[in-house]
């Protein structure tokens, strides 16, 4: 059983930057995709980005892209989510997610069906 828990959310201005971090543990982290979702009051969760195992892949959403990057220290079981360019838009709760299958979140057609989740970390940027 994996456990992933999200940090690194808070308030932060439009314009600036935030890192989020999250920590897995109960499992190796590199036999995991791992991956950042977000959701907003009142919509549907939006997959932001995807790594492979040893981070040879990345996959980004198309609202993110450009502004957005993950990455991943397999031996600090972390993977990042560098937020630069924030807007209220995307004020939302931030989850990481893992699955043992890159086509769970790295395809245009991924189902996001992913097998962990963390708890979410709250992101809040102001005008």
């Known amino acids: 059983q994996v456990q992933l828990v999200e940090s690194g959310g808070g308030l932060v201005q439009a314009g600036g930057s935030l890192r989020l971090s999250c920590v897995a543990s109960?499992?190796?982290?590199?036999?995991?995709?791992m991956g950042w979702f977000r959701q907003a009051p009142g919509k549907e969760r939006e997959f932001l980005a995807a790594?492979?195992?040893?981070?040879?892949?990345?996959y980004y959403g198309t609202s993110v892209k450009g502004r957005f990057t993950i990455s991943r220290d397999n031996a600090k079981n972390t993977v990042y989510l560098q937020m630069n360019s924030l807007t209220p838009e995307d004020t939302a709760v931030y989850y990481c997610?893992?699955?043992?299958?890159?086509?769970?979140?790295?395809?245009?057609?991924?189902?996001?069906?992913?097998?962990?989740w963390g708890q979410g970390t709250q992101v809040t940027v102001s005008s």
């Open positions: 109960g499992g190796a982290l590199n036999t995991y995709v």
């Open positions: 790594i492979s195992y040893k981070g040879g892949n990345i």
């Open positions: 997610a893992a699955d043992q299958l890159w086509v769970t979140m790295g395809t245009p057609y991924s189902t996001y069906e992913c097998e962990y």
